[in-house]
């Protein structure tokens, strides 16, 4: 689980000037359809994190609803 301390996705850079967005709940490089996440410039970096932030609080939230509603 993710918490505003530890989200579960990040921009972070890499020694070599380049971007990774980093899945802190798998402790690896995040992945967006087959490319994994590293080696990116800062904006596609950052967007591409934004994706995948805005795509997990989506999936979430439909679980949490499918979970509420189960139980009717």
């Not at 990040?10 to 590293?38: F, H, K, M, S």
């Not at 080696?39 to 994190?49: H, I, Q």
Request: with cysteine.
């Amino acid at each position: 689980m993710s918490t505003d301390e530890n989200p579960r996705f990040a921009v972070v850079p890499e020694p070599c000037g380049t971007w990774t967005v980093w899945d802190g709940l798998r402790n690896e490089p995040a992945t967006l359809g087959d490319g994994i996440l590293i080696g990116l410039n800062r904006r596609k970096a950052e967007a591409a994190c934004g994706v995948l932030i805005r795509t997990h609080e989506t999936h979430r939230d439909r679980v949490e609803l499918k979970g509420r509603y189960a139980n009717s």
